[in-house]
């Protein structure tokens, strides 16, 4: 089982057991660059989990104090992860462990029936 494969089952266990059943688990992955504070993503950005599992393994090992996986909503009946990645300012230390944390939709999506677009833009 590759990183990726893992961390999305942690993600997808964790939002059970804190009462989120996700209307798809159908992933797409999406990667987001912190620094650049826009959230229109044309919908080619969108990958399946298997084409995305190199370029993950390429964010751990770069040696980012910390990634974020975040749940964004449902798009298109797949469920949108985002990698997100701090700023380019943030010092690398390549050989040290990357902390992944996960995070759930923002309650703004959960209002609208898990829908994304009031969180992301996909063109």
Same mark, same amino acid.
């Given at each position: 089982?590759?990183?990726?494969?893992?961390?999305?089952?942690?993600?997808?266990?964790?939002?059970?057991?804190?009462?989120?059943?996700?209307?798809?688990?159908?992933?797409?992955?999406?990667?987001? +660059?912190? /620094?650049?504070? $826009?959230?229109?993503?044309?919908?080619?950005?969108? @990958?399946?989990? *298997? &084409?995305?599992?190199? %370029?993950?393994?390429?964010?751990?090992?770069?040696?980012?104090?910390?990634?974020?996986?975040?749940?964004?909503?449902?798009?298109?009946?797949?469920?949108?992860?985002?990698?997100?990645?701090?700023?380019?300012?943030?010092?690398? +230390?390549? /050989?040290?462990? $990357?902390?992944?944390?996960?995070?759930?939709?923002? @309650?703004?999506? *959960? &209002?609208?029936?898990? %829908?994304?677009?009031?969180?992301?833009?996909?063109?």
């Amino acid at each position: 089982m590759s990183a990726l494969s893992n961390y999305l089952d942690v993600l997808l266990h964790w939002l059970e057991s804190i009462g989120l059943q996700p209307p798809s688990q159908d992933v797409r992955i999406l990667e987001i +660059s912190l /620094g650049d504070g $826009t959230y229109h993503v044309r919908r080619d950005e969108l @990958r399946k989990p *298997l &084409d995305y599992e190199a %370029r993950f393994e390429e964010l751990l090992r770069a040696g980012y104090p910390w990634l974020n996986m975040s749940c964004y909503g449902v798009h298109d009946r797949s469920l949108i992860v985002a990698i997100e990645v701090p700023s380019p300012r943030v010092g690398l +230390s390549p /050989g040290f462990a $990357t902390r992944v944390n996960l995070s759930g939709p923002a @309650r703004i999506v *959960l &209002d609208q029936q898990w %829908r994304v677009d009031s969180v992301l833009t996909i063109e």
